[in-house]
């Protein structure tokens, strides 16, 4: 009786099929895959770990993904403020497009996208990853950072999630950063900048 039974099941899924043979746009959507979308408006989210504040995330719209891989996404742009661990505002990154891999705990932010912190410097790119763990920002695509005085391009970004250390690979330019502490001074070529700051944020007597 089982196998009756398999088999009838079988042949209605065959007469489907074949009855959709002359509609190709009735064939695909039988057998695509089926994707569920949630999808929410002037979303507020707040990232954080131990207890701790560390992102705080505003966009105009979300739109939960459940497929093979499951992600969020905000297509209409997104504004995220980073906190130090004293909850003070560090750096502010800004982009037109974002996509959250909720299993990797990882952001791809894309387009147009801008990351400044409270002492002036500004990095323009069209692509960069946030890695929530590891609480750092790396791509492998061009950039640029702005700082008060210059301007510094290159390929191969990095930083700290409060942007307090940073490194660009094949820089084009000088760094030279009077009153601050600097890891390294470079030159154009193939070589590398790198950039730190003392503790900052710090309240005062801390």
């Known amino acids: 009786m089982r196998l009756a039974t398999t088999n009838v099941l079988w ?3 065959l007469a489907a099929m074949v009855s959709c043979e ?12 089926v994707t569920e979308v949630e999808e929410g408006h ?14 705080y995330l505003t ?4 739109k939960r993904v459940k497929a093979d ?8 742009s997104l504004h995220v403020d980073f906190y130090n661990e004293y909850r003070q505002l560090q750096n502010v990154v800004t982009a037109r497009y974002a996509r959250y891999f909720e299993s990797l705990g990882k952001v791809l932010l894309k387009d147009s996208v801008v990351v400044y912190n409270m002492i ?4 323009h790119c069209n692509t960069l990853w946030w890695d929530q763990g590891q609480e750092i920002f790396y791509t492998s695509d061009s950039v640029a950072v702005r700082t ?7 390929t191969a970004f990095w930083a700290k999630s ?7 690979n094949n820089t084009v330019g000088s760094i030279l950063m009077p009153g601050e502490k600097v890891d390294s001074v470079s030159v154009a070529g193939d070589t590398a900048a790198t950039r730190k700051l003392a503790a900052p944020g710090r309240p005062a007597g801390q």
Do not use: C, H, R
Request: hydrophobic share 40%; aromatic share 8%.
């Open 11 to 13: 042949a209605a899924a």
């Open 22 to 33: 002359n509609n190709p746009q009735e064939l695909t959507d039988l057998t695509k895959k």
């Open 42 to 55: 002037d979303i507020v989210s707040v990232f954080s770990q131990s207890g701790n504040l560390k992102a």
């Open 59 to 62: 966009a105009p719209l979300m």
């Open 69 to 76: 891989t499951l992600y969020v996404e905000f297509p209409n």
């Open 120 to 123: 002036g410097d500004t990095l």
């Open 148 to 154: 008060l005085t210059q301007t510094i391009n290159g």
């Open 162 to 168: 409060d942007f307090s250390k940073w490194t660009i």
